[in-house]
């Protein structure tokens, strides 16, 4: 039998790396994974201590399935001379396939949680795999703030906790999501670079990074190199470029971009100063900013 092989979308986070992991070794299957870990997906992984996944470099006549992300510019190198033979995700659906195939997507706040539902038996059976999909679900659910976190996402994570041996789940939360947070000694292109992701709203291709930080004072004193690193990129070939800078306990996010301020203050309902919008109670990329962005530049 063909291998088949379990992948996240590219840049990588912790929920695309932890649900790779689980399905496959739930499935028999081989996790791999686009790109480096970031930090925080780094030190669940050794929380756990569970190796990182190969890195695949290409989908090229390999048999895939995708989780946590289901469009073409997330997805793998080659991946339409690959056959995805399932996706799970909890994204938009954005995806157009030739053939029938097993397609899974709830609304909620973490592929992690669908895996967990769907297998909660055997993932309650090891103490591993339920750690590292708690991970995904409290990083995914920004500790339960986020407005894409559900009811069954917390019902679930409790329970995965408990099974894990993580006796304080909201303080290992918290530990978790201060890994990415810290910008001491990365570069802005590394900090916009690492959690960011293209999209394509009616043939514009839109690019969206985020950080998510406990402080926003030191991110946003950076605003200059920001702009210009967004403008750069911008030059590569991108519509507009964004980028989020999210305050995970003031819950709000200051949306730094460069594009027309026009289709910016059309979606959002506010006027741009110095290429960037503070949005109160903003915190989910997909839930509170893809979708306002997608209308405005339809
Ligand atoms: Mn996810």
Redesign the pocket.
Known sequence: MDEIYVI?HKNP?T??IC?AIVYANLKGYIPVRQGELNKETAFALDYFKVPAPQILESGEGKKLVCV??NEASQMIENWDNAEIIEVI???KINFNYGTPIYFHSEPI????TIIAKQNLEAVKANPVLAGLLLS?IL??TVIFKSPTATEEDKAIATELAKVAGIEDMIAFGIELKTKNADVNGRSIEEIIASDFKDFDFNGKKIGIGQIEVVESAEIESKAKGIIDSLQSLKQSGYEAVFFMATDIMKEGTKLFFVGDPEVVEKAFGVKPENNAIYLPGVMSR?KQIVPNLEKAFG
């Open positions: 996240g986070d929920d695309s649900s946590d992300h995700d909890h994204h706040g973490c592929t992690g995904a990083s995914d997909k």
